[in-house]
C-alpha cells in the first residue's frame, strides 16, 4: 500500500487499485486482446474458479515510494507486437503518472499469446 500525507490527512492507495486501474487501461489499447496469468497454471487456476479477476495478468510492485508494473498480456495475431508492447508501456506509465502521482519505476510487457480474433 502506498501512503503519502498531506495537510488534510492521510491518502492511502492500494496495489489493488493500481491493479484496476493499469488493467483498465491496458485493455483499452489497440492490439491486445486480453489479459492472461504469468503461466498456465494461474489460467487453468482462474478458470476452475470460474473467478473474473480484474487484475489477471497485472502484477504491482510498490517499493521505495515508486511503482514497476509487471503484464502479461495476448496481442492480436497479425500487429506489430513491438510496437504494441510499446503502445502498452507509454500508456500505463502516463496513466499512473498523472493518475496515481508516483513515481513509476519500471512497466514490463510479457506477450504470453497472440489470437485470430477475426478469421478470414
Request: glycine share 8%.
Amino acid at each position: 500500500m502506498s501512503e503519502r500525507a498531506t495537510p488534510l490527512g492521510k491518502i492511502e492507495i492500494s496495489r489493488k487499485a493500481i491493479a484496476s486501474l493499469v488493467a483498465e487501461t491496458v485493455l483499452q489499447c489497440y492490439g491486445v486482446v486480453g489479459m492472461a496469468g504469468k503461466t498456465k497454471f494461474d489460467d487453468w487456476r482462474t478458470g476452475l474458479l470460474n473467478s473474473a479477476d480484474a487484475h489477471k495478468g497485472v502484477d504491482v510492485a510498490l517499493v521505495d515510494g515508486s511503482i514497476t508494473v509487471n503484464l502479461y498480456i495476448i496481442i492480436e495475431y497479425g500487429t506489430r507486437i513491438s510496437e504494441v508492447a510499446r503502445s502498452v508501456m507509454q500508456r500505463v506509465h502516463y496513466v499512473l503518472d498523472h493518475n496515481v502521482g508516483l513515481p513509476v519505476t519500471a512497466v514490463n510487457v510479457h506477450v504470453q499469446g497472440l489470437r485470430v480474433s477475426h478469421p478470414s
